[in-house]
């Protein structure tokens, strides 16, 4: 009798852990666990870094990046029970060098076309610092870009990839990652409709083209780092760069006070480049599954 009431004990607990585990194997759950917990470090170690100067910034950012990324393959390991092959290091610098000339490419041709149209001039910066504006670009670049490929990119596109599938992970990521910028300097419903295109539309395409995280780090890493060298708003927020940028014409040109990102010209860009990474992705059948 005994026996099989502990025999019954046993496996009451047994289905009580099952059900917890699923609970937290659930997309939403693990997708919400795991961007609050990258969010809380960024939190905690960002304004560390811009309290204090130089080298020590950047290396407090590298370890904003590094705890991130720990937070992000602990979510995956522990609560969605999956692999993570899209944080692989086989190929991951030459993932992140090819994100990163991408990213130059794109904003290098976009601002020499609004250049080309009038809408900006550059002069140089006779009183910047050289080495500290290369060290403040790369640290706020380094710093969102690992931050927020890992939450949209990462968590929140294969938590809806799990739920809904492919493309439809590809519209809700990009869809919320406009409105994640509506809150910026200067953002409008257009900025947000123009990033949810070129930033989250793009970024979500190269990351189902490449199946890894580090292109699309590398992409939007060089794409921050650039505007910010160059003087140009970045999502509305301003920094010193080695050049002094001059605007000039209607916003759907410039972007206005949000900068570059919100012009006409990048979105159209970002579309031609978008195009080819899902041809790719389709042709090669590369499209993220769904994890079990």
Do not use: C
Request: proline content about 3%; cysteine-free.
């Amino acid at each position: 009798m005994k026996k099989r009431y502990a025999h019954k004990e046993h496996s009451q607990m047994d289905e009580k852990l099952s059900k917890w585990s699923l609970f937290w194997r659930f997309p939403i759950i693990w997708m919400i666990v795991g961007a609050i917990s990258i969010i809380l470090v960024d939190a905690f170690i960002r304004p560390l870094a811009e309290q204090v100067p130089g080298l020590l910034s950047l290396l407090l950012t590298l370890t904003l990046g590094f705890l991130a990324i720990m937070v992000y393959m602990l979510t995956m390991k522990y609560l969605a029970r999956r692999s993570i092959p899209e944080l692989s290091r086989k190929g991951a610098g030459v993932e992140a060098v090819m994100g990163a000339l991408t990213g130059v490419i794109f904003i290098a041709l976009s601002a020499i076309i609004i250049v080309s149209l009038g809408g900006y001039s550059f002069q140089w910066a006779n009183d910047a610092d050289t080495v500290t504006v290369l060290i403040a670009s790369v640290e706020a670049a380094l710093g969102a870009a690992i931050v927020e490929e890992l939450i949209f990119r990462g968590l929140m596109f294969q938590a809806m990839n799990k739920l809904l599938g492919n493309w439809a992970a590809l519209a809700v990521t990009s869809l919320f990652f406009g409105i994640a910028h509506l809150g910026n300097t200067g953002a409008t419903l257009w900025s947000a409709f123009a990033i949810t295109l070129e930033a989250g539309v793009l970024l979500g395409a190269a990351f189902m083209w490449r199946r890894n995280l580090w292109f699309a780090m590398g992409l939007h890493f060089s794409w921050n780092a650039l505007e910010g060298l160059l003087g140009i708003p970045v999502s509305g927020h301003t920094t010193a760069g080695l050049l002094i940028v001059k605007v000039h014409g209607p916003s759907l040109l410039t972007g206005g006070d949000f900068g570059l990102e919100g012009s006409m010209v990048p979105v159209i860009i970002s579309l031609l480049i978008t195009i080819p990474m899902l041809y790719g992705a389709v042709r090669n059948r590369n499209l993220p599954t769904n994890f079990t």
